[in-house]
Structure formats: C-alpha cells, structure tokens
C-alpha cells in the first residue's frame, strides 16, 4: 500500500523551464527526502527535512529548490532545468532520523525528461 | 562519508534457483536497510537489518557488523523476483542521509 505519493509520475519539459513536484506522506512521518537516480540506476541524496526544517542538503545546484509547508509535504522545484537533470526524483520518508527510525518509505517516483 | 559496494552488479537466474546478493560498507552501521525495485521503478523496501540475520518470506539478511557486509538471500527464484536489489546505509555523521550501493540487477528466467 502506497503511503508517499508523487504528482507528476512522469514529466517532458524543454531546458530553460521550471517544474515542480509534489510529494506527500500520510505515515505521520517526520522526516522526509529527495532522492535522484540517474540513467546508471545510482541513487543519491538531494535534501532531507525534519519537521519542516532542512538537516540535509546536498551539493546541488541552485536551481534546485525544497519546499516543506508542513512535515507531510516536501515539493522540490527546479527552476530553468538543464539536460542533465533528466532522471527520475525519488521522494521518500522516515518516522525519526537515526538507528531503526531511519528505515525509508519510497513514492513511485517522477520521471523527468528534459528536451 | 559512507562508501557502499555490492556485488554482483547482475546476476541471472533460472526459476527456482537460490540468490546470493552482497553488500560491503566502509564504516560501522548502525542501521543497514535492504531494498527492492521494480522494472518499472518503484522502490520498497524488504528489510532492515543492522546486525544478525533476519528472515521475511523467501528472504534471508545476515549482517556481520564488524566485518562491515551483509548478504541477502533469496531462495526458490520466481521471475517476479526479477529487478534491482539496492543496499543502504546511513552516513554515520548525518543519520537522514543513506547512501546506498550500487545495486544488483536480478534477471529470473522461466
């Protein structure tokens, strides 16, 4: 049963656009994450909030922006994508941050394609 | 940070046949979570195990926790087996970052 849900499951755009996607959680988790995965299948960690507050943040790019309105939600923006931002987002969540709170619940993913 | 090897990078099966996937971590872990994705990408995970061996259906994890790997093994192959095995460990500094391996792509053959 899917309890961290993504909008859009899959999105076209062409480079120089914005895009935004949504995740939601209804575990009553704390803590939630981005996650990219590139073409060669590799995951790695973009940012991660904790009750709305930012513990982890990457070396991304700029353009690259969370969102978190409340710990249920945590939107990731990208303003004016470039081709290699192509690849699928992962947005994933966790009852605490450590030992066995750290065990992570995934969405389906959002698929990006940039022309 | 924390480096996380696993092999095989694919493995190829015939139905029926037992799997044995590998994870191997730089640093002590106190948290070691195994996941499973899909063909079509979807991501869940199977278990958690940072120490000891666990057993879920037809799933079996031993993590030896001072020899820093773990083991997944997966007995009686079904082609719905089929997809990528992923390993995750948490950064010891920052317990919200996992960093995971890079994978093991199963292949079950009827």
């Known amino acids: 049963e899917t309890a961290v849900f993504q909008t859009p499951n899959y999105h076209v755009t062409q480079v120089g656009n914005e895009v935004s996607f949504n995740c939601k959680q209804t575990?009553?988790?704390?803590?939630m994450y981005w996650y990219k995965q590139d073409s060669k299948k590799l995951l790695k960690i973009m940012f991660s909030y904790n009750n709305k507050q930012l513990i982890v943040n990457e070396t991304v790019p700029r353009r690259f922006s969370p969102q978190s309105s409340d710990k249920a939600h945590l939107n990731l923006r990208i303003k004016s994508v470039e081709p290699e931002d192509s690849a699928v987002y992962l947005c994933?969540?966790?009852?605490?941050?450590?030992?066995?709170?750290?065990?992570?619940?995934f969405g389906a993913g959002t698929r990006l394609s940039v022309l | 940070g924390q480096q996380v090897q696993q092999s095989p990078s694919s493995l190829v099966l015939q139905e029926g046949e037992n799997a044995e996937l590998q994870c191997n971590f730089s640093?002590?872990?106190?948290?070691l979570q195994w996941f499973y994705q899909s063909p079509g990408g979807s991501l869940v995970s199977l278990l958690s195990?940072?120490?000891g061996t666990k057993h879920t259906g037809r799933l079996t994890s031993t993590t030896v926790t001072k020899e820093r790997r773990s083991s997944l093994h997966i007995s009686s192959s079904q082609t719905t087996d089929s997809g990528t095995y992923l390993c995750a460990i948490p950064d010891n500094n920052a317990g919200a970052k996992l960093t995971f391996g890079g994978g093991t792509r199963l292949t079950v053959r009827p």
């Open positions: 575990l009553g988790h704390d803590t």
């Open positions: 195990n940072p120490s």
């Open positions: 994933a969540s966790s009852a605490g941050t450590g030992g066995r709170q750290n065990t992570l619940y």
């Open positions: 640093s002590t872990a106190t948290q």
